[in-house]
């Protein structure tokens, strides 16, 4: 790698441990350069604009995450309710409380019409619904809906319980009940 390269991937890597550590907050090309140890104009040559600094900093993080997930499931297909309760289970560990913390802020960012956030919340949710679907064993024309369906249940409860994810704990075990019929 150039030298370029190298610092460019040392950015990322800083910011990426800020933003899971901090949230996006402020994120101003100057708070963003302090965090990386760097000035604002070095940025600029790293990255064309803030917005794609932005967008490299968390497809970094996602692609962490998926790596995780990819690494805890492995390949195996698993039934809906089986799925459920392995994803709940990840959701409410410790360890990813800061992940789903910034995807949960990302987002609301999107729900607000922020054209970045729209754009990566996309890429992302494409990514996991499409991850998702090839571990389900259900029929094909089922996989992706049932995904998007698991996805949006676990979201839900995140959202809906940010200070206590066991108050969600009911809902979930019931929808693992329903599919598992």
């Given at each position: 790698?150039?030298?370029?390269?190298?610092?460019?991937?040392?950015?990322?890597?800083r910011?990426?441990?800020?933003?899971?550590?901090?949230?996006?907050?402020?994120?101003?090309?100057?708070?963003?350069?302090?965090v990386?140890?760097?000035?604002?104009r070095?940025?600029?040559?790293?990255?064309?604009?803030?917005?794609?600094?932005?967008?490299?900093?968390l497809?970094?993080?996602?692609?962490?995450?998926?790596?995780?997930?990819?690494?805890?499931f492995?390949?195996?297909?698993?039934?809906?309710?089986?799925?459920?309760?392995?994803?709940?289970?990840?959701?409410?560990?410790?360890?990813?409380?800061?992940?789903?913390?910034?995807?949960?802020e990302?987002?609301?960012?999107?729900?607000?019409?922020?054209?970045?956030?729209?754009?990566?919340?996309t890429?992302?949710?494409?990514?996991?619904?499409?991850?998702l679907?090839?571990?389900?064993?259900?029929p094909?024309d089922?996989?992706?809906?049932?995904?998007?369906?698991?996805?949006?249940?676990?979201d839900?409860?995140?959202?809906?319980?940010?200070?206590?994810?066991?108050?969600?704990?009911?809902?979930?075990?019931l929808?693992?009940?329903?599919?598992?019929?």
């Amino acid at each position: 790698m150039s030298k370029r390269e190298d610092k460019r991937a040392e950015v990322i890597e800083r910011l990426a441990r800020h933003f899971l550590s901090e949230g996006l907050g402020d994120s101003g090309l100057r708070k963003l350069a302090e965090v990386a140890g760097t000035s604002d104009r070095m940025l600029l040559y790293y990255f064309d604009n803030k917005d794609e600094l932005l967008a490299a900093v968390l497809a970094h993080i996602a692609g962490g995450m998926n790596a995780a997930l990819s690494s805890l499931f492995g390949e195996q297909p698993r039934a809906p309710a089986l799925m459920l309760q392995q994803l709940w289970r990840v959701a409410c560990q410790p360890d990813f409380a800061d992940h789903l913390n910034l995807w949960l802020e990302m987002s609301s960012r999107a729900g607000r019409g922020d054209v970045m956030a729209i754009a990566v919340v996309t890429q992302i949710s494409a990514s996991w619904t499409q991850w998702l679907a090839s571990l389900l064993d259900v029929p094909q024309d089922q996989q992706l809906a049932l995904a998007n369906l698991l996805l949006a249940v676990v979201d839900g409860q995140l959202v809906m319980f940010p200070d206590d994810l066991s108050r969600g704990e009911a809902a979930i075990n019931l929808l693992i009940e329903k599919l598992s019929h």
